[in-house]
């Protein structure tokens, strides 16, 4: 079976080629550009397109082959148009998928899960990413409120971080909201 | 009760009633509150409303029509209950040619640059290049009007020129790399294309059919019906946002709410453009004036014309080269809901017209039309040919159009 992969993400794109790399009886091929995509895949003449559901180039796929099933071969998009449950999981995920030339459907059924799965496998990692860095801006937000206090009151780095706990405790807020609120006044009253 | 809807949009000027009905506090004034969801494809748009992740979708009108009628995917009614809004697009040439078929600088009388360019195709056919012209969707009124306009200037769109489809925001990309000499998009990406010094503005889509259908808020027709008491105050809030839509005070707010990342994410000068009718139409011009360019609300623009539907029909039996079939054409019919429409507005004493269907581009000057309460007067909806399609007689329209 040939499928192609179109994605503008080259790391989701290598997610997903990794995780149906363990079908048997797979050709991959990823299509990471926009340009020169139809005459890609009239090349690969694939069975299975896979294309993350943000591509903006969908609605150029589906003019290509509405007009290629005019001329040739029949398409159906996603698995089975009865198969509610497993186009709707494809689209939380963010997959579209077409099937090029009415393959059987339990064959499609385990690369459309499989995909479903590593795309779902990636927006886990994005929002890992996105939470690590987040964290990573507030132990700075911190540590720069530590300083201020260490510097105004003249009070060591344990004692500073107790006042900052203190305080955080008894107005029921973060840690991080009040040290962000010693940054903003400290800002305000002049300080770099 | 508070009801919520969420709506699929795609980041155009067009998409603002429902924006601006949640923005200014109509919708919530009617007990409607609504949430959105943006795409870059109408591929996208579709999918989410026909899988349940959006109630509602602002959408291309000859979508809707093909979606219920199951072209390009398997059918699903869908339900048609407002008119976003008629017309808003323009059709943009790479600088070459339209220096070579055009004015540069004025919008062109459709029939002069018709005549031009369908010599130019034929002189491009003999050099073995076709012209070739993007439009945004295969279902779109875009397609539609620019085949439409090339059909009725003797051009064949299918032989004597290449249409593909190009998504809007990467139509002044194609204009750049040659990869299409023009294309037809809403805006503001033709405005976009034109500030880049690639593209030129050379015809309003009003300029083809002057009140021509364009997007509209789509549901599944299902959804439509056990959600219709939402559906019916989203309908009241939408005229309400349209009335602020149109009045020059708000022009500016308007485009700098539209502006914003989560709407169209796009420079609020070009879209104060497009909202006050005013379009720059070569690189570093001034504005020129080109009257309901965009029409939002007044003339009844939101009424869901059955005849409209129709129309529309009529081009997918013509371009997509299928047989009329009488079952289809009452399908795509029923697509528009003006009694919906109707019910939603009975009580506000907006004015309703009195007929559902009308002989479209039959009104050559200022008309005064039977309506349900009030009176309302029709402007000029004429088509640049001066054909009328009364919908009563669709088959014939046909011949028509085929013999020429």
Redesign the interface.
């Known amino acids: 079976m040939r499928i192609a992969i179109v994605d503008e993400s080259a790391s989701r794109a290598s997610i997903i080629e990794e995780g149906l790399a363990q079908l048997p009886d797979i050709e991959l091929f990823v299509l990471t550009e926009?340009?020169g995509l139809l005459a890609r895949i009239e090349e690969i003449a694939p069975d299975v397109v896979l294309i993350d559901?943000?591509?903006?180039?969908?609605?150029?796929?589906?003019?290509?082959f509405?007009v290629s099933r005019v001329v040739a071969r029949p398409i159906a998009?996603f698995v089975d148009?009865s198969d509610?449950e497993a186009?709707?999981a494809s689209?939380d995920a963010g997959v579209?998928v077409y099937v090029v030339d009415g393959l059987a459907s339990n064959r499609i059924r385990s690369v459309l899960d499989l995909a479903v799965r590593r795309f779902n496998a990636f927006a886990r990692l994005q929002s890992d990413l996105a939470e690590a860095k987040g964290k990573l801006a507030e132990r700075e937000t911190v540590d720069k409120a530590k300083r201020i206090l260490m510097q105004s009151k003249g009070v060591t780095e344990p004692e500073a971080y107790a006042e900052l706990r203190r305080k955080a405790m008894s107005s029921s807020r973060r840690i991080v909201d009040i040290a962000e609120a010693v940054v903003t006044a400290h800002e305000l009253m002049g300080g770099e | 009760m508070t009801e919520h809807l969420t709506i699929g949009f795609l980041p155009l000027v067009d998409a603002c009633l429902p924006i601006l009905a949640h923005e200014h506090g109509f919708a919530e004034e009617q007990g409607v509150a609504l949430s959105f969801q943006r795409?870059?494809?109408?591929?996208?748009v579709l999918?989410?409303l026909l899988?349940?992740?959006s109630d509602a979708a602002h959408l291309i009108a000859p979508l809707a029509i093909a979606t219920t009628l199951g072209?390009?995917?398997?059918a699903q009614p869908l339900a048609t209950p407002f008119v976003l809004g008629l017309n808003g697009n323009a059709i943009t040439f790479s600088p070459e040619l339209a220096a070579k078929v055009a004015e540069p600088g004025k919008l062109s009388d459709p029939v002069r640059l018709g005549a031009a360019l369908a010599e130019e195709a034929r002189a491009r056919v003999a050099a073995g290049k076709r012209l070739r012209f993007g439009v945004?969707?295969?279902y779109s009124s875009h397609n539609y009007m620019l085949r439409y306009w090339l059909a009725a200037s003797g051009i064949r769109p299918d032989e004597d020129v290449e249409i593909?489809?190009?998504?809007p925001?990467?139509v002044a990309d194609a204009l750049e790399?040659g990869e299409v000499d023009g294309a037809c998009v809403g805006e503001p990406w033709n405005s976009a294309a034109v500030q880049r010094g690639v593209g030129v503005i050379v015809l309003a889509t009003a300029q083809i059919w002057r009140r021509g259908v364009e997007k509209v808020l789509a549901f599944r027709a299902p959804v439509l019906e056990a959600r219709r008491p939402a559906v019916e105050a989203l309908i009241r809030a939408m005229r309400k946002a349209g009335a602020h839509f149109v009045d020059q005070a708000n022009w500016e707010t308007n485009a700098e709410i539209l502006s914003r990342p989560e709407y169209l994410g796009s420079d609020p000068k070009l879209i104060l453009g497009a909202i006050s009718d005013r379009l720059v139409l070569v690189q570093g011009a001034e504005p020129v004036r080109y009257d309901d360019f965009m029409f939002q609300h007044r003339e009844a623009a939101n009424f869901p014309w059955v005849s409209q539907a129709q129309w529309l029909y009529s081009q997918l039996v013509r371009w997509d080269h299928i047989p009329y079939s009488a079952e289809d054409a009452e399908a795509a019919a029923r697509v528009f809901r003006p009694d919906v429409y109707r019910s939603a507005l009975l009580e506000t004493g907006d004015l309703l017209p009195g007929a559902s269907s009308k002989v479209e581009g039959g009104v050559g000057k200022l008309t005064a039309v039977t309506a349900q309460q009030g009176a309302m007067v029709l402007s000029k909806d004429t088509f640049f040919d001066g054909r009328t399609f009364d919908p009563d007689d669709l088959e014939r329209y046909l011949d028509s159009l085929r013999n020429g």
């Open positions: 926009r340009r559901l943000g591509n903006p180039s969908r609605d150029v796929l589906e003019e290509y509405t998009m148009e509610e186009i709707g689209i579209s | 795409d870059v494809s109408w591929a996208t999918d989410r899988y349940g992740h072209r390009g995917r398997p945004v969707h295969r593909v489809t190009v998504a925001p990467f790399t």
